[in-house]
């Protein structure tokens, strides 16, 4: 095994342990040896330690569990400022196997996952008892591009701090709070992290996922889930940074008055390839103070408000806005460029009293075709006007969000999955939806199983090329199983999802597989 694949490392500033200069520390809050961090046996039981340990070039591996910024050596036990910082040039991953499993060095992000909560009292309810809580899960300061903070779930930090916010730097960043650095964050999820100022004006203050001032990260493959802000930017909050990247993200159902998921402020410059903004109960984007806002294949559906800008430069290009309260809002000042996108309700849907907006080629307002916008399946469904209808010399990115090669047609496609044109590939993803579907939504507890073998029997006879078989099997003895409320309104005696929820999830993939095989192969 090559475990300088896996190598990570973490950082919270403190005295240090004589561990050399590239060093891989180990952290499992399983361990029972020595408590040194030099194997798996031996590991720190908490991340605190380790960190302290942690010099320029080390590396931190972190097994699964639960890890608390107030647990470690000389650090007091609920004391809400104790946080993870980063070390210059360390990197921290998360997601190993750990102690006791066959192979302790197995990674896996979601089946190893590695937990760092600000929960410090262990009594979150829902949105409840958070006031015990760390200010800042995970915190930077002037960190460079060679650290790494790489494959955990960050939760339950409450930034609660006192106006004014610009005075009190715990009234932003509850999940993660950054200033004047570079660093790289992928593969990370941030959820249930929540800001909230007591007292006077709300400026300056919010981010519950996340605040960035100054800097630039970069942050790759990560989801930014409910989270909440009483002011600005429920997901991330950034001010003043420069060269921030978001590749490959999610903002999903993020909580906020005023911005649910993204604000930008002060001349940020950030730039958002391949993410979605999805189910955000007020703006999805707002900008103000000139920042700069660039959107590549982009996918903002299912919000209250899309795109909303006071002042500063936006630019949307082979992106899908649809299903809004509203699409995009310029104040008279701002400059905004829109390019092959599609614009529910087009230029006349665009809020430009100044006429500031100009509206580029190869727009258009059609429905997208989207798999299931209502259960959050943004894929394309065949014969949706959005393949192969983006400019491919605005493609930044050579893979999409599902990590599959753009371009696979005459042109890129709009959104932030291309469309591969392959049943196999709808098939597969289809068997991956059939997986994680609730016990209670299939008719029995094989149900799944039994769905999936023959999902995975019609990819066998594709594979040899019996495409006639692989159909006639996914006509005759698939889809008679799934398409009861397609057909009749609920499901019927012959379903094997028994809820209309589910089968909506399953059902257009089976059609859709269909009718690539019915077409040339």
């Not at 299931?372 to 999409?400: E, K, R, Y």
Request: charged share 15%.
């Amino acid at each position: 095994m090559n475990r300088a694949a896996y190598c990570s490392t973490g950082v919270v500033i403190l005295a240090c342990a004589s561990l050399a200069a590239g060093a891989t520390i180990y952290v499992d809050d399983d361990a029972v040896g020595a408590n040194t961090g030099s194997s798996w046996t031996d590991a720190y039981v908490f991340l605190h330690d380790a960190l302290a340990a942690a010099a320029n070039g080390d590396e931190i591996w972190v097994a699964e569990g639960i890890y608390k910024p107030d647990h470690g050596a000389g650090i007091t036990p609920g004391d809400r400022e104790a946080t993870f910082q980063l070390v210059n040039g360390v990197t921290l991953r998360g997601g190993y196997a750990g102690l006791g499993k066959p192979d302790p060095y197995a990674r896996d992000v979601q089946l190893y996952e590695a937990v760092l909560s600000g929960d410090l009292n262990g009594n979150d309810v829902g949105w409840d008892n958070y006031d015990a809580n760390s200010y800042h899960v995970v915190t930077t300061d002037s960190v460079g591009g060679s650290t790494v903070f790489d494959g955990f779930t960050i939760t339950s930090g409450y930034a609660s701090g006192v106006y004014p916010g610009d005075l009190d730097p715990h009234t932003k960043g509850a999940g993660m709070y950054s200033i004047y650095s570079y660093h790289i964050i992928r593969n990370c999820r941030f959820t249930k992290n929540k800001q909230r100022t007591e007292g006077g004006d709300s400026s300056n203050v919010g981010g519950g996922g996340m605040y960035n001032y100054g800097g630039g990260p970069t942050i790759l493959n990560c989801d930014f889930i409910e989270n909440m802000s009483g002011e600005w930017g429920g997901a991330v909050y950034n001010r003043g940074s420069w060269g921030t990247q978001f590749v490959n993200c999610r903002f999903i159902g993020n909580i906020s008055g005023y911005v649910s998921g993204v604000m930008l402020q002060v001349g940020d410059t950030s730039t958002f390839t391949n993410c979605i903004f999805a189910d955000s109960d007020s703006k999805a984007i707002f900008m103000m103070n000139w920042p700069t806002c660039v959107l590549r294949n982009c996918i903002i559906a299912n919000n209250h408000r899309g795109i909303a800008a006071v002042s500063g430069n936006l630019v949307l290009s082979n992106s899908i806005v649809w299903l809004n309260g509203s699409t995009v809002a310029i104040e008279e000042g701002c400059n905004a460029e829109i390019s092959f996108c599609n614009m529910e309700g087009g230029k006349d849907a665009i809020y430009d009293p100044g006429g500031s907006l100009v509206w580029g080629d190869g727009n258009i307002d059609t429905d997208p075709l989207f798999v299931n916008p209502s259960g959050g399946d943004f894929h394309l469904l065949v014969g949706s006007p959005c393949i192969d209808a983006g400019d491919n010399a605005a493609v930044s990115s050579s893979t999409d969000l599902d990590g599959n090669p753009r371009i696979q047609g005459a042109a890129v496609d709009m959104g932030a999955y291309e469309t591969t044109g392959s049943p196999k590939d709808v098939l597969g993803r289809t068997i991956e939806i059939v997986r994680g579907l609730a016990p209670g939504s299939l008719t029995n507890p094989n149900s799944g199983d039994a769905l999936v073998n023959k999902f995975e029997a019609a990819i066998a006879l594709i594979d040899v090329g019996l495409y006639q078989d692989a159909l006639n099997k996914l006509k005759h003895d698939v889809l008679p199983k799934t398409d009861g409320c397609a057909l009749r309104g609920q499901p019927d005696k012959d379903d094997w999802i028994n809820t209309c929820e589910a089968q909506q999830k399953v059902y257009p993939l089976v059609l859709q597989a269909i009718e690539l095989l019915e077409g040339p192969i």
